[in-house]
């Protein structure tokens, strides 16, 4: 699968869809199940800690997430159900904006209710990265990105920083090669 990059341009296609909110999935058949599969692949492939639906050009509340020390995990049109009072600084990077890295306070433990693509539904409560990740890609299914949460200033020095990276593809290629794993 083709992972969408945010080009920062008002008439991107791509722009659009990763700014869009994802439509609540009303069945979760085998064309789920595949599409699921699908993005843990790509989010192996890309070495990425997690990948949401708008990112693939699937407008679907899904995301898939694999924090380290963690396991693949599908969640299916999650609610957070409840953030710990407590905020946390975490660098946070993106497959849709690769290159950048930002610290970005969230809070430190969430509960998250979801369903899997089998179709079970299950409560998840998680902190450290995974609490992390799972917020990052939740707010993917907001047509919201991390770079949406720094201050006007730091945004607009990693857009530039973006637009750079994109005028010089042999870069971009690489940008996805980072330890600490983006989503
Ligand atoms: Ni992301």
Redesign the pocket.
């Known amino acids: 699968m083709n992972i969408l990059i945010l080009e920062n341009k008002p008439d991107s296609e791509q722009d659009r869809v990763l700014r869009q909110k994802a439509k609540a999935i009303k069945d979760i058949n085998s064309e789920i199940r595949q599409l699921a599969l699908a993005m843990v692949d790509t989010m192996h492939r890309d070495r990425g800690v997690?990948l949401?639906g708008p990112?693939v050009g699937q407008l679907k509340r899904i995301f898939v997430t694999h924090a380290e020390g963690d396991e693949s995990r599908v969640f299916i049109n999650p609610s957070i159900i409840w953030t710990s009072q407590n905020e946390i600084n975490y660098e946070e990077g993106?497959?849709?904006?690769p290159g950048l890295w930002a610290d970005i306070k969230r809070p430190e433990s969430i509960k998250i209710q979801a369903w899997n693509e089998k179709g079970r539904a299950f409560t998840l409560e998680a902190s450290g990265i995974l609490a992390r990740v799972i917020q990052?890609?939740y707010d993917?299914l907001e047509g919201i990105?991390?770079i949406d949460r720094v201050n006007e200033v730091k945004r607009e020095k990693l857009l530039v920083k973006l637009e750079k990276r994109a005028a010089r593809p042999e870069k971009r290629k690489k940008a996805a090669d980072f330890g600490m794993g983006?989503?």
């Open positions: 997690g949401a990112q993106c497959l849709s904006l990052h890609e993917h990105l991390f983006a989503g």
